[in-house]
């Protein structure tokens, strides 16, 4: 079975700094997606990046990007920049490439905002 | 742009009755699931749904649960005796391709 792991319960940047989150999956798989999913507070799931297995180029969202190790099966989420809002629980999740359509989530890094 | 609704945001019930919870999917979309997440816990799979038919489900989606999509816009979890255990954020997705899914805001399902 596919799991995902975010190893950082919690994390903190200052305003205008930048932040990393790690992920790692495990996975026999050769074509799947991974996502990040941000949480407010509102706790309405908003998906942040996407990316496919088979590009080797990393996605980017303006201020957000990924760093894809598809050998070390490492997503992490790059934030530069960071402001207020950004601050949220934040959800990498995988899906199978083919033939499966549920999200695998790992357990969430909360990020805070330090003005 | 197009949003996942879901209805109603709280639903409070009595341990044993049964619960409908109500999403409205993005108008295009296809494929529709039901996730929960138990406060503090991680965002769980239960259901996936395409072609008026369930397509994949998980371990805790078990004879107490069904889904439906009654209308053609409308698609319904429903809930036949909630548990306490029932009590949980459930969110409604849906996706075009199956690829990259809409959540709804959610709806914060107390059992007492």
């Known amino acids: 079975a596919q799991t995902v792991t975010q190893s950082q319960p919690e994390m903190s940047v200052q305003e205008a700094e930048t932040v990393t989150l790690s992920c790692t999956y495990d996975t026999s798989e050769s074509d799947y997606y991974l996502f990040w999913y941000k949480q407010p507070p509102s706790r309405q799931m908003i998906l942040v990046i996407r990316q496919e297995a088979y590009k080797q180029q990393n996605a980017t969202e303006n201020r957000f990007s990924v760093n894809f190790q598809k050998a070390a099966k490492s997503f992490s989420l790059k934030i530069s920049d960071s402001q207020l809002g950004d601050a949220a629980m934040y959800f990498c999740?995988?899906?199978?490439?083919?033939?499966?359509?549920?999200?695998?989530f790992g357990k969430g890094t909360k990020l805070s905002v330090i003005p | 742009e197009p949003e996942v609704t879901q209805t109603p945001s709280h639903q409070v019930t009595q341990m044993g009755q049964e619960v409908i919870l109500r999403c409205v999917p993005i108008s295009n979309h296809l494929y529709f699931y039901w996730y929960r997440q138990i406060l503090g816990q991680k965002v769980e799979f239960l259901v996936s749904?395409?072609?008026?038919?369930?397509?994949?489900k998980s371990e805790i989606f078990d004879d107490q649960f069904s889904v439906e999509r009654p209308d053609g816009s409308n698609f319904t979890l429903k809930i036949r005796s909630t548990k306490l255990e029932d009590s949980a954020m459930y969110f409604c997705?849906?996706?075009?391709?199956?690829?990259?899914?809409?959540f709804g805001s959610g709806t914060q399902l107390s059992v007492l």
């Open positions: 999740a995988y899906r199978a490439g083919a033939g499966s359509y549920q999200l695998t």
């Open positions: 749904f395409y072609n008026n038919e369930i397509s994949e």
């Open positions: 997705a849906s996706s075009r391709e199956g690829g990259k899914l809409f």
